[in-house]
């Protein structure tokens, strides 16, 4: 038995139609074009007959419509990110579209790539959690009439459509969990410089040492990215340089770093140090001590992002709101020791 796809043609002769009448008929435009009830049925008739499915590239071709949505993150790896990759296709699917995912592996450049490729594809919209670093190519696809919306490391402009969490909350609550506990000395575990998460976290722990009447000390800050490798080496530099009595890692990859240096340092948590970590993970709970944390919602933050894109996509304009930003949770563990003041 032959098992050659049946074409629109085979199915408007079967039908003794016109090809253009058959992918009227079999797209729903009988009434729009005024094709009788009787011959959109003979089509149907004749499509189901001869198992005829319908091209998903002509089909793009024509309507300009290709179901498909890019979604770019910096680290598929990550934990944060892949369950934000996961809840946006998830969403995707349920109305319909396709995903197609790039890492960018915290590379602006790849981040540029990815985009171009992408946009080669003819995305209908995009879900992007930038690098962080440089935001002229996402402008310019928003320019180019592409539904746009930032995840996490949105940029400090405002104008686009940026789902975030409260950063500079999350990061005063760990900070005055620290100061409550006797905690003078704090080392920061920073990720990326220049991020829109990472400037706000700042922002949160300065002004509740202010608050507490602690001055500020830039050179307790270390950190180049958000990764457990930048969170091992800052938290050595750190532990060499100081008599810091906690340690407050932006991420929870730099976390994993700074319990690596901590440990080779010959070290305990909290006995001999402290640690708070920005993100839940896992592991946070079911390590030797379980990790106090500032827990991002990233199922609310992936859901809240995914439909801001669909309903663009559906109204073809862009929320009033710009800025969404979704609270962090607290939980505290067994990371953090009382000193004497």
Same mark, same amino acid.
């Given at each position: 038995?032959?098992?050659?796809?049946?074409?629109?043609?085979?199915?408007?002769?079967?039908?003794?139609?016109?090809?253009?009448?058959?992918?009227?008929?079999?797209?729903?435009?009988?009434?729009?074009?005024?094709?009788?009830?009787?011959?959109?049925?003979?089509?149907?008739?004749?499509?189901?007959?001869?198992?005829?499915?319908?091209?998903?590239?002509?089909?793009?071709?024509?309507?300009?419509?290709?179901?498909?949505?890019?979604?770019?993150?910096?680290?598929?790896?990550?934990?944060?990110?892949?369950?934000?990759?996961?809840?946006?296709?998830?969403?995707?699917?349920?109305?319909?579209?396709?995903?197609?995912?790039?890492?960018?592996?915290?590379?602006?450049?790849?981040?540029?790539?990815?985009?171009?490729?992408?946009?080669?594809?003819?995305?209908?919209?995009?879900?992007?959690?930038?690098?962080?670093?440089?935001?002229?190519?996402?402008?310019?696809?928003?320019?180019?009439?592409?539904?746009?919306?930032?995840?996490?490391?949105?940029? $400090?402009?405002?104008? /686009?459509?940026?789902?975030?969490? !409260?950063?500079? &909350?999350? *990061? +005063?609550? #760990?900070?005055?969990?620290?100061?409550?506990?006797?905690?003078?000395?704090?080392?920061?575990?920073?990720?990326?410089?220049?991020?829109?998460?990472?400037?706000?976290?700042?922002?949160?722990?300065?002004?509740?040492?202010?608050?507490?009447?602690?001055?500020?000390?830039?050179?307790?800050?270390?950190?180049?990215?958000?990764?457990?490798?930048?969170?091992?080496?800052?938290?050595?530099?750190?532990?060499?340089?100081?008599?810091?009595?906690?340690?407050?890692?932006?991420?929870?990859?730099?976390?994993?770093?700074?319990?690596?240096?901590?440990?080779?340092?010959?070290?305990?948590?909290?006995?001999?140090?402290?640690?708070?970590?920005?993100?839940?993970?896992?592991?946070?709970?079911?390590?030797?001590? $379980?990790?106090?944390? /500032?827990?991002?919602?990233?199922? !609310?933050?992936? &859901?809240? *992002? +995914?439909? #801001?894109?669909?309903?663009?996509?559906?109204?073809?304009?862009?929320?009033?709101?710009?800025?969404?930003?979704?609270?962090?949770?607290?939980?505290?563990?067994?990371?953090?020791?009382?000193?004497?003041?």
């Amino acid at each position: 038995m032959s098992t050659t796809p049946s074409t629109l043609q085979q199915v408007a002769d079967a039908a003794g139609v016109s090809v253009s009448t058959a992918s009227r008929a079999l797209a729903g435009k009988a009434r729009e074009y005024r094709i009788s009830s009787r011959t959109e049925e003979a089509v149907q008739q004749a499509a189901q007959k001869l198992k005829f499915r319908p091209s998903r590239t002509a089909q793009a071709l024509r309507s300009q419509k290709t179901g498909l949505l890019g979604v770019v993150v910096p680290d598929v790896a990550n934990p944060f990110f892949a369950a934000i990759a996961r809840e946006v296709t998830r969403a995707a699917e349920e109305n319909g579209y396709a995903v197609l995912l790039a890492d960018t592996g915290e590379q602006t450049a790849t981040e540029q790539r990815a985009v171009e490729q992408f946009l080669s594809r003819q995305v209908e919209g995009l879900v992007v959690c930038p690098v962080g670093q440089e935001s002229r190519h996402l402008q310019r696809a928003e320019a180019a009439g592409i539904p746009l919306v930032h995840v996490d490391r949105g940029f $400090p402009d405002g104008s /686009a459509v940026t789902v975030t969490s !409260e950063h500079t &909350r999350g *990061a +005063a609550q #760990l900070t005055r969990l620290l100061i409550d506990a006797g905690h003078r000395h704090i080392g920061i575990v920073q990720g990326e410089p220049g991020t829109l998460p990472n400037e706000e976290r700042i922002e949160g722990v300065r002004a509740e040492l202010k608050r507490a009447g602690i001055d500020w000390n830039p050179r307790q800050v270390e950190g180049t990215h958000f990764s457990d490798e930048s969170g091992y080496q800052a938290a050595g530099t750190l532990l060499r340089a100081g008599q810091l009595t906690a340690l407050f890692a932006f991420s929870n990859q730099i976390a994993l770093g700074c319990l690596r240096a901590i440990r080779e340092a010959g070290r305990t948590v909290p006995r001999d140090l402290s640690l708070v970590t920005f993100d839940d993970h896992p592991f946070a709970e079911y390590v030797a001590t $379980p990790l106090t944390v /500032a827990s991002q919602n990233v199922t !609310e933050i992936g &859901r809240t *992002a +995914a439909r #801001l894109l669909i309903d663009q996509l559906a109204s073809g304009k862009k929320p009033r709101k710009r800025v969404h930003r979704i609270p962090v949770q607290i939980h505290q563990r067994g990371s953090i020791a009382s000193i004497e003041s």
